[in-house]
């Protein structure tokens, strides 16, 4: 008989002992697994070209115009449809992207290794906020930003990071935590130490100082500069207690724009898949839920690994972003606790006298209290080209637990 108690507290402690390390920047193509020269990632639960959400097409367009192989839409399209590039999930390759997550062989990635269990996953530069590739825009300031991210911030930052010997991540999640961020939406006070603690290595490593000038005043201007090592050292960490025969923890949490998706610990690669949901949100002026993309990005592997909408609590102010009060916060950390099988011990909450944060969604006490995690996330526009329109809260929909649940049971004989 399996022992579902002892496999679970494998996993969450796997979880809470991960320490991931951002110890540099380099080409997607030369360091994550699998890439090839035809290949796209992207967010989410794998999807076809027909199903898939107008932001991510908008996003793959711009990645192949990015890489020069196409020079507009049609050129994409055309390539897409016609099975000279693939496409596949940042999950299938030790990577996670925010929002349409897409990620080109030529991009440059953060590499980040949890020093603990030794694995190392993957994410790319961030843009900042707005009209972005990651919100399927593709115009061309987009582009030329991506180009100067590309040529001038990613290598800059990655001689700083090497010079640095690195940054803990888990360090500063921990210490922003104690400075109202959540870990995911609200990362104001975690890019803050981001740049502090690169900004002298950038001032010694740059080639000149107006170099040095220039990407760090874009660290620093932009308040989600540190999300994407954040995920990819939120994916070390789950991807850490990832195959363990027995346990019902979610590993893997994340959506496309057109389905939700997870995976559980004890069931392996095998992906549940429910249709992804509209996000309550606050929307910028001139926007509303009619022009709002479904729910969609890796960002909430956030969550999964227990920040994130789960520590909510921490950062009460996010709610000006999102909509709803600071008492909102609070209780969906405290609804939060009902569905997971741990409290963190390195992520803890100072308004509720430190608690750790919940850890480990459990998909027993999902289906057993009729709970769903709750995430906080960005919306991005319906239609390909426009960008994101704002910002809310959405809860992960009830089937994909209740369909792992029914396959724990059958793999299990339970």
Request: aromatic fraction near 6%; hydrophobic fraction near 45%.
């Amino acid at each position: 008989m399996v022992d579902i108690e002892k496999a679970n507290t494998t996993v969450v402690e796997k979880m809470m002992e991960a320490r991931p390390v951002a110890t540099g920047v380099a080409k997607a193509l030369d360091v994550v697994p699998g890439m090839t020269d035809d290949l796209l990632l992207h967010a989410g639960p794998p999807v076809t070209w027909e199903r898939m959400s107008g932001p991510m097409k908008g996003a793959m367009v711009g990645a192949l115009i990015f890489e020069g192989k196409a020079k507009g839409w049609d050129d994409a399209e055309a390539m897409l449809k016609g099975g000279k590039i693939k496409w596949e999930p940042c999950h299938h390759h030790a990577c996670a992207g925010p929002m349409a997550g897409v990620i080109s062989p030529s991009m440059l990635c953060y590499v980040v290794e949890n020093k603990t269990h030794g694995n190392k996953c993957y994410s790319n530069l961030n843009e900042g906020r707005g009209k972005v590739l990651r919100m399927g825009a593709y115009s061309p300031d987009v582009i030329e930003k991506l180009k100067w991210m590309n040529d001038v911030l990613g290598p800059t930052v990655g001689k700083a990071l090497e010079a640095a010997g690195g940054i803990d991540i888990r360090a500063v999640l921990a210490k922003a935590l104690h400075m109202g961020d959540d870990g995911h939406n609200r990362l104001d006070a975690a890019s803050v130490l981001f740049t502090t603690q690169l900004a002298p290595f950038i001032a010694k490593t740059a080639r000149d100082t107006d170099m040095a000038f220039e990407v760090i005043k874009f660290l620093g201007e932009n308040a989600l500069s540190i999300l994407n090592p954040v995920m990819a050292g939120c994916k070390t960490m789950t991807d850490a207690g990832h195959n363990v025969e027995g346990s019902t923890i979610a590993t893997v949490m994340t959506r496309n724009g057109t389905d939700w998706g997870m995976r559980v610990s004890g069931l392996g690669d095998q992906w549940f898949t429910a249709p992804s949901p509209v996000v309550k949100a606050l929307y910028f002026p001139g926007f509303s839920e009619k022009d709002a993309c479904l729910d969609i990005g890796d960002s909430v592997i956030t969550e999964t690994a227990g920040i994130g909408g789960f520590a909510m609590a921490t950062a009460p102010a996010l709610v000006t972003f999102i909509g709803g009060v600071p008492r909102d916060a609070i209780n969906t950390t405290l609804d939060m606790y009902e569905i997971t099988y741990a409290e963190h011990k390195q992520f803890t909450i100072p308004f509720l006298d430190f608690r750790g944060t919940p850890t480990g969604v459990d998909i027993r006490k999902v289906v057993e209290k009729q709970v769903t995690p709750r995430v906080n996330t960005g919306v991005a526009h319906k239609d390909p080209g426009v960008g994101q329109v704002g910002a809310g809260v959405v809860s992960a929909p009830m089937k994909i637990f209740e369909d792992a649940l029914v396959a724990f049971a059958d793999k299990y004989g339970i």
